[in-house]
Each structure stands twice: as structure tokens, then as C-alpha cells.
């Protein structure tokens, strides 16, 4: 919460990251893919309240450019930004704030797998 993030949210039972993907993205912003899912694995070992979490951030293509704010409760709008533009928002959702990081560093690209492990702040 009072953070920059993507759309997101948890795993139902027996449901498929894909499909958690198109789920989530679907009641959060009202967008459709066109296509599949690209991944991304983003380790957080330094959560709030001692836990390890693995993040996982899907890539596709949406079927349409506007996005909808379907949970103005949790949510103050949607807007598209480049790489460069995300780095530099404040607060970040931490694994996001990782994730910048191993792109500004060169260790992240489309398409690869990069874990992002220990420390946000080192």
C-alpha cells in the first residue's frame, strides 16, 4: 500500500500462473492479453514481518492501451511508462524496487530470468 506497483495478486488453488496473470490483470485494469506470458522471478528475502517471498512479474502485450482503475479503493489509477520513467518513481513495491535495480544494472532484460535476492537498500 502508498507504493508504485503493478497489477497482482495471489495464486487461487489449482490455478496456473498464466491464468492468475489474465485474472488479476482482468479485475484490476479491465486489459486483456494478446498472446503469452513472459516471467520473471524476483526473490525478496527482506520483507516486511521476517519472510521470504518470490515475486513473479508476468510480461505480455495488452489487446488495448487504456487501462482501467477497476479498484479505486486500492488503487489510484493506472498509467504506461517506460523503464527509464519507472526507476525514477518513489515509493516503489519492493520487489519492483529490485527489479529496477537489476535493470539499471544491466542484469534484466525481457525474457530473461533474473533473480533479485537480499538487501533492497545495499
Known amino acids: 500500500a502508498g507504493t508504485h506497483a503493478l497489477p497482482g495478486g495471489h495464486l487461487e488453488l489449482g490455478e496456473s500462473w498464466a491464468d492468475c496473470a489474465s485474472r488479476e490483470l482482468l479485475e484490476e485494469t479491465g486489459l486483456e ?3 503469452g506470458w513472459g516471467l ?3 526473490a525478496n528475502s527482506n520483507m516486511d514481518g521476517g519472510k521470504h517471498y518470490i515475486t513473479l512479474i508476468m510480461q505480455a502485450r495488452a489487446t488495448k492501451d487504456t487501462a482501467e482503475n477497476r479498484e479505486p479503493e486500492k488503487c489510484e ?7 527509464q520513467e519507472l526507476t525514477a518513481r518513489q515509493p516503489l ?3 519492483l524496487q ?3 535495480r537489476a535493470w539499471e544494472e544491466g542484469r534484466w532484460r525481457w525474457g530473461i530470468i533474473e533473480a533479485c535476492c537480499g538487501d533492497p537498500h545495499a
Do not use: H, Y
Open 33 to 35: 492479453i494478446d498472446g
Open 40 to 42: 520473471t522471478f524476483v
Open 77 to 83: 489509477g493506472w498509467e504506461w511508462v517506460t523503464m
Open 93 to 95: 513495491f519492493l520487489p
Open 98 to 100: 529490485q527489479l529496477c
